[in-house]
């Protein structure tokens, strides 16, 4: 039982160490709110600001996160590094998103999407000398960014100090309120004000300086390292502290908290600022306050190019003038595009989404269209537009039955020009087409489902495709099997297949238009069945029958198994009887040639695989009739050749 508790436990923690992975940046920093009842200790609300890329999914180490924890820790330690209070849990009061997208005609759109999450804790500290220090430190910081050492296994510092008795306990910290993102392309300069707010007017001034490590092993979602914070992460050359992503000129921030730079190289970097917080009135050194925060430069080259259809048909099925304009075109964020229609008319859109326009006439028109016009990232190109619609492709067809010949009829319309080309395709196959009149005439084979395709081709180069199902039916006539009969015996027949019969003659039938009339005759006739379906679809099938007093056994007294198709076989025909017991062949020695209960097969003359000689055979057979006698024959057949 204690291990499974254990593994449970370890599951926990490890899905709390990944909680952290994907911080990218954050502060901590106080407010004085009071004193306590017994006015003994000041009373603080401290706030740490974390901030998560959005942007990010998956990582080789972090794996799939996409969330903050909650809550998250932090400790309070006196100047001497002596732990105060046991750990204090902050929790999440909001979560804001932090999305800002390039605006540029010139410049490929480039978003940057973080968001930042409030925590918030309040606790009691008595005043002392020296102050106290509160921190938060974890593991780890983003993947693969481009100052850092393996900073996905890098940790974190984030501190402030709270002033001793000795200067101003009741001190209100600075700390950074502009909550955004920054989007930074590559090769182009830029500037950020990044001024800190102080509530209590206090001096302040700034520098980029080193972000923190939490001074572990690394592998802690949260750490308990005491001051002073001194351990910085691991730049990778040429990066620093203070040039955490070089530049030309390099970033640099002035005494006012404006961050400037011309970067020189695409990457995400963590850029650190440092405000040191001064007493204006008694120009005494209250602490140093830090942010982390992520810069990432995109390169936003773009190469400006002008893209339409070559040639745009208006082939639509209506008559109307009115021709859709899509533009294809590679270009900035806030681009414009100059369209000329060679109509005498033009326009300017501000985004690529599909327009239309109305022309005057039907007819040719020479078309132009130009990105940013008037800027140096300029491209322009030319079109041609064939404005001839109206032209509908339609077919039907006459007949829906299998082995019949069915008609196709295009009833294809083209009010602004003329049809002049026509092929029909069954099931993706071309060959059965008819390029010159508007019928087709087919005979389907079988009964089924046919996709059936109509292209059409006209004066004006257009081409248009109607594509139908036809469903072809078939009735299956069945009128039964040739069959021998007891005269004066009543016979069911046994019609099937469609949905209406009729037989001819009607000679003997209790009625000749249903699917099972009763036959009573006595005279040999061949019967035709008629079977119809509800679709109009028509199938023939014929029945002979045959009568014999009976019951009896009919076999006759020789065969000729020539392969020449009359009295190949050597059978008894049985009328009247129920079952078989036996059919049996022998030589003259008594060997058993052949055996069957089945009438229908029949000796075909050989034995074990071969041609039996010519000679006189003995058989026998016995069989039961409709009165359930036991009827016993033998006799002899001469096989001839």
């Not at 999440?92 to 999450?117: S, Y």
């Not at 930074?184 to 950020?192: E, K, L, M, T, W």
């Not at 082995?403 to 295009?410: A, L, S, V, Y």
């Not at 099972?516 to 005279?523: G, I, K, R």
């Amino acid at each position: 039982m204690k291990r499974v508790i254990f593994l449970v436990l370890s599951c926990c923690l490890l899905f709390l160490n990944a909680a952290g992975y994907h911080i990218i940046g954050g502060e901590i920093y106080y407010k004085t709110i009071g004193m306590s009842a017994d006015s003994l200790r000041y009373r603080y609300l401290i706030t740490l600001k974390l901030y998560r890329d959005a942007d990010f999914t998956c990582g080789d180490r972090q794996g799939c996160i996409d969330r903050f924890e909650n809550p998250s820790v932090a400790n309070v330690y006196s100047a001497n590094g002596t732990r105060i209070l046991s750990s204090v849990y902050l929790y999440i009061t909001a979560i804001k998103p932090l999305i800002d997208t390039l605006k540029n005609p010139c410049l490929a759109p480039q978003a940057q999407h973080l968001e930042v999450a409030f925590y918030e804790a309040t606790i009691e500290l008595p005043p002392v000398a020296g102050g106290y220090y509160v921190s938060s430190q974890r593991c780890c910081r983003g993947e693969k960014l481009t100052n850092i050492y393996d900073s996905e296994h890098e940790g974190s510092t984030y501190y402030t100090v709270i002033p001793g008795s000795e200067t101003k306990p009741y001190n209100n910290s600075a700390y950074f309120n502009k909550d955004t993102t920054i989007v930074i392309c590559n090769a182009i300069g830029f500037s950020v004000d990044y001024a800190a707010f102080d509530e209590d007017g206090d001096s302040l001034t700034y520098s980029l300086c080193s972000a923190l490590t939490d001074g572990t092993l690394n592998n802690d979602r949260s750490s308990t390292t005491p001051p002073p914070y001194n351990t910085t992460v691991r730049y990778i050359p040429p990066y620093s502290g203070n040039n955490p992503m070089g530049g030309n000129p390099q970033i640099s921030i002035n005494n006012n908290g404006l961050i400037t730079c011309t970067p020189d190289r695409p990457g995400k970097y963590v850029v650190t600022v440092c405000v040191n917080e001064y007493d204006r009135t008694t120009k005494k050194f209250l602490g140093t306050h830090s942010k982390d925060i992520l810069m990432t430069v995109f390169d936003c080259t773009t190469k400006i190019t002008a893209t339409i259809p070559s040639v745009l048909r208006n082939c639509a099925d209506e008559p109307t003038l009115a021709v859709p304009m899509p533009n294809y075109s590679n270009a900035g964020f806030t681009s414009t595009y100059y369209w000329n229609f060679g109509d005498g008319t033009d326009t300017l859109t501000t985004n690529k989404n599909l327009f239309q326009h109305v022309f005057p006439d039907t007819g040719v028109y020479k078309i132009k269209m130009v990105v940013n016009p008037g800027l140096a990232c300029t491209d322009s190109t030319t079109g041609e537009v064939s404005n001839y619609p109206g032209l509908k492709a339609d077919f039907k067809n006459t007949g829906f039955c299998k082995g019949d010949p069915i008609q196709f009829e295009d009833l294809s319309t083209y009010q602004y020009g003329t049809i002049t080309n026509r092929k029909w395709e069954l099931n993706g196959d071309s060959t059965i087409q008819d390029q010159s009149t508007r019928y087709l005439t087919y005979t389907f084979p079988s009964a089924s489902v046919y996709s059936l395709t109509l292209t059409l081709n006209t004066n004006t180069q257009c081409e248009k495709s109607v594509t139908k199902d036809v469903r072809i039916y078939a009735v299956n006539p069945f009128a039964g099997n040739d069959t021998i009969l007891v005269r004066g015996l009543p016979f069911t027949m046994q019609g099937s297949g469609g949905d209406t019969y009729q037989w001819t003659p009607g000679f003997g039938l209790s009625n000749p238009n249903i699917a099972n009339p009763v036959l009573q005759s006595v005279t040999d006739t061949t019967y035709i069945l008629k079977v119809s379906s509800l679709q109009g679809c028509v199938g023939y099938d014929t029945m002979s029958v045959k009568f014999y007093a009976g019951p009896e056994i009919y076999i006759p007294n020789a065969f000729s198994p020539n392969g020449d198709g009359v009295n190949d076989r050597f059978r008894f025909i049985p009328v009247g009887m129920v079952s078989y017991k036996y059919f049996r062949i022998f030589n003259r020695w008594g060997q058993e040639l052949y055996a069957s209960t089945d009438f229908r097969i029949g000796w075909d003359g050989t034995f074990l695989g071969k041609p039996a000689p010519v000679d006189t055979y003995i058989w026998i057979l016995s069989g039961t009739d409709l009165s359930g006698q036991e009827i016993q024959r033998k006799g002899t057949v001469t096989l001839i050749r």
